[in-house]
């Protein structure tokens, strides 16, 4: 049972567009949303974590939208460059030093 | 700050023989270390959880006896595949949490096994 879904599985977006990603999961205990950013070949990195207290969080061109009701929370990435071609990955886990329950990845393609 | 090294991380064996691979936080204490095995274009998949001086808890359908885990010290865990076969070709990945941090989890860069 996946308890975190994920979509789209691929994306292609045009240089300068926005790249969004979406997430939906179902156990309300979740209370830690991070995002992993992972080029071929390499261990996934973090980009950016959310908590349920908050609705948005951003650091630079990345921004997490978090809709605690609709149990949904979603990656945009604003101008879009060639180097964020990569695989992004939602978590989510429960109380701290707990495992994380990965989506199922999201090839993103940005075409120059 | 927060690394986590992986060795090797590439590597080659023959079928029947056993791999040891290690994990370590460079510049932080790590109470829990996962183990994760990530095939072509998947997400990662869970193996075991690692606690500094206990035995590690393996997910459900991953042969203990095959992956051993030991996390002798609160910077190692070393993950070794006993009596490889092909079908044990995958990228290892291991994470860690710091001790008495966030949530966050720090990946390692990963392990490329290829067994023959």
């Known amino acids: 049972q996946q308890q975190v879904k994920q979509s789209p599985q691929s994306l292609i977006v045009q240089k300068g567009g926005i790249s969004i990603i979406n997430c939906a999961y179902e156990?309300?205990?979740?209370?830690?949303f991070p995002w992993y950013q992972q080029f071929p070949g390499k261990g996934p990195a973090l980009l950016i974590a959310?908590?349920?207290?908050?609705s948005e969080k951003k650091e630079g061109r990345f921004t997490i939208s978090f809709n605690k009701s609709a149990k949904q929370f979603s990656l945009h990435i604003m101008d879009s460059q060639p180097g964020d071609s990569a695989t992004y990955f939602c978590?989510?886990?429960?109380?701290?030093?707990?495992?994380?329950?990965f989506g199922t990845g999201t090839s993103l393609t940005v075409i120059p | 700050g927060a690394v986590v090294s992986q060795h090797p991380s590439w590597v080659i064996c023959k079928s029947g023989t056993s791999v040891k691979i290690e994990c370590r936080s460079l510049?932080?204490?790590?109470?829990?270390m996962f183990w994760y095995r990530q095939f072509p274009k998947q997400s990662l998949m869970l193996m075991a959880t690692?606690?500094?001086?206990?035995?590690?808890?393996?997910e459900q359908g991953v042969e203990k006896d095959k992956f051993l885990i030991n996390h002798a010290s609160l910077t190692l865990s070393t993950l070794t595949v006993t009596s490889a076969h092909p079908e044990d070709s995958s990228f290892y990945i291991c994470?860690?949490?710091?001790?008495?941090?966030?949530?966050?989890?720090?990946f390692g860069p990963g392990t490329r096994l290829t067994v023959t």
């Open positions: 994470s860690a949490i710091q001790l008495a941090g966030p949530y966050e989890q720090y």
């Open positions: 156990n309300t205990a979740f209370d830690y």
């Open positions: 959310i908590r349920p207290d908050v």
């Open positions: 978590a989510a886990s429960m109380g701290a030093g707990n495992q994380f329950y």
């Open positions: 510049d932080f204490q790590a109470t829990t």
């Open positions: 690692s606690n500094e001086g206990s035995k590690a808890t393996y």
